[in-house]
């Protein structure tokens, strides 16, 4: 049960932080959106609805409240209740005394609509309302909720002052990094769920795929369920213009079950909202393409702290389905790995062209990136000027009196890099070892930035600069894998976990090709891995994904 204890802001030490201040997160929700949360979260009149407890965090002038309350009123006269049996039904919080006092109002013009009496109306509203800082009210684990709903504050870190952000991080673990506020409401509301208890929110989406959103995707992954994912980025959502990135989330304390995806048009709207509830309701639908909204349901999310991916729903459930028939692109079986090329700290000092530079066996053929841009490898006879030996130790530099006194002449841009600072004597180091071994290893290598996916072979005796990430293996040949991560399948991996630049640049970095799915090499056809080999020979994007879709079973690849 939900007492005004769990609300009382009394014992805070810090302020309430200004009028102004706040005013900065306040953004108020169209009802149409606000009637499809409730929906979508269960809080619906036919149930007993005063013997649950429904709790809106920062329910500014009552855009959630006065839904929540008509629901409330007609479900008691439903199920025989008077309205003051729902005194500890809902609860709703604001920072503002303004805010508190209009969401009274709505709340008593709704219940005065319906025909309760004056004294009733008066008590409810006022237990229902009250001042405070959700995030700092506390949350007691014997009095859990059955619903949290509504749109929590859009405020920047820096519009907080530092003691109450500071309060904040302490109060909620997940608020890592540049966390936005509304994080910490995820995690509070979530913590306060009694099992089975669902929050629904609107808010950005960015948290599920930012670094600042990683712990709380892990926490999420950990006792929560995401039931649905309903994204409205272009959709009026609110009543006034905000670039937030809408989406309306469900999350549920149980075991994680199917998910519904969805993503809207912008000329998604009420109507298109109640076609999507129906939809969503039938629990053997699987896939809709309509008009203003596509949707699919999920056997399941997508579990832990790392990013969670961004794609159509029918690319979504096609990344699922690839997930559970497949495993991970690196993998110790088949001794395949994903790395990245050297990193200097100066590259005008260690990368030259000049042969004659130092002595010729500190020299060491440097793979970059534009030797890949026409999809065979074409040399430029750059050289790492190579400062470590065969064993991983520094070389030194009495032994090597041309590199020394190369070094010496750019000794001060050397030495004020920050990992020389950290080590003084060792302050002609690159930022990484030299792994010597990989110089000979046939690999695929990956431009960092890429409208499209372009795996390029080295057949062996080049090292690849930093802006190139590497594939090695054991188990594959490389034409095939080649063929397979030149696909439009693999590329769709990348795609939905990477971030996007201006123009549609994909960042094709060691954390998103570790996302790729692929099969174990000995169980494909000899027809595939020829198909897959020649494709690559030829890049031919068109064949290569052909061939992929038969090797991972798929009758198309959905957009």
């Excluded at 910490?184 to 306060?192: K, V």
């Excluded at 699919?296 to 790392?306: I, K, M, S, V, Y």
């Amino acid at each position: 049960m939900v007492t005004l204890a769990l609300f009382d802001n009394e014992d805070l030490s810090l302020p309430v932080p200004s009028q102004e201040a706040v005013e900065h997160g306040e953004v108020f929700t169209r009802a149409w959106v606000v009637e499809l949360i409730l929906d979508l979260v269960g809080y619906t009149a036919d149930r007993d609805l005063a013997s649950l407890k429904i709790v809106e965090p920062a329910c500014g002038e009552g855009a959630f409240l006065g839904p929540i309350v008509r629901r409330l009123s007609a479900s008691c006269r439903t199920h025989g209740r008077c309205i003051s049996d729902a005194v500890n039904a809902v609860r709703a919080l604001d920072l503002l005394e303004r805010n508190v006092e209009r969401a009274r109002d709505v709340a008593a013009k709704a219940l005065t609509d319906d025909g309760w009496g004056d004294a009733d109306v008066d008590a409810v509203a006022q237990a229902w309302v009250r001042n405070g800082d959700y995030l700092l009210s506390g949350i007691r684990s014997d009095d859990p909720v059955d619903f949290v709903v509504g749109n929590p504050p859009y405020i920047r870190i820096e519009d907080v002052p530092d003691d109450r952000m500071a309060a904040y991080r302490a109060a909620c673990p997940t608020m890592g990094g540049r966390a936005d506020i509304y994080v910490g409401f995820y995690e509070t509301a979530l913590r306060s769920l009694a099992p089975g208890g669902r929050l629904g929110f609107i808010c950005a989406d960015r948290w599920m795929r930012n670094q600042y959103g990683s712990r709380l995707r892990e926490f999420v992954s950990h006792g929560y369920s995401v039931d649905t994912v309903l994204s409205l980025h272009d959709v009026d959502v609110f009543e006034e213009q905000v670039a937030a990135y809408p989406a309306i989330t469900v999350v549920s304390k149980q075991p994680q079950g199917s998910v519904v995806a969805a993503e809207t048009n912008r000329a998604f709207g009420e109507r298109h909202a109640g076609e999507f509830l129906v939809w969503a309701s039938n629990e053997d639908a699987t896939t809709l393409a309509a008009e203003t909204f596509q949707a699919a349901r999920l056997p399941h999310w997508f579990a832990g702290g790392d990013s969670w991916p961004s794609a159509s729903p029918a690319r979504l459930a096609m990344l699922e389905d690839l997930a559970d028939r497949f495993g991970l692109l690196e993998n110790a079986a088949s001794g395949t790995r994903v790395g990245i090329g050297i990193a200097t700290g100066a590259d005008k000092v260690f990368i030259t062209q000049d042969k004659d530079l130092v002595e010729p066996d500190r020299l060491l053929p440097l793979a970059m990136a534009r030797d890949t841009a026409t999809g065979g490898l074409r040399w430029s006879r750059s050289y790492l000027v190579n400062p470590w030996t065969a064993q991983g130790g520094l070389v030194d530099l009495n032994a090597y009196p041309r590199m020394a006194a190369y070094f010496a002449e750019h000794g001060e841009a050397l030495r004020r890099r920050y990992v020389a600072v950290k080590q003084p004597l060792r302050w002609y180091k690159t930022i990484d070892k030299v792994d010597h071994h990989l110089t000979k290893r046939p690999k695929l290598l990956f431009p960092d930035m890429k409208l499209t996916i372009h795996p390029v072979l080295d057949e062996g005796g080049l090292y690849p600069h930093h802006n190139l990430y590497f594939v090695v293996s054991d188990a594959w040949d490389l034409r095939v894998l080649g063929g397979l991560l030149l696909s439009k399948v693999a590329e769709a991996f990348v795609e939905a976990y990477a971030v996007k630049m201006r123009g549609g640049t994909l960042r094709f970095q060691a954390q998103y090709l570790r996302k790729i799915r692929v099969p174990d090499p000995t169980a494909m056809s000899e027809a595939d891995k020829a198909a897959l080999s020649a494709a690559f020979d030829r890049r031919d994007v068109q064949a290569a994904t052909k061939a992929a879709l038969s090797v991972y079973g798929l009758a198309e690849l959905p957009d």
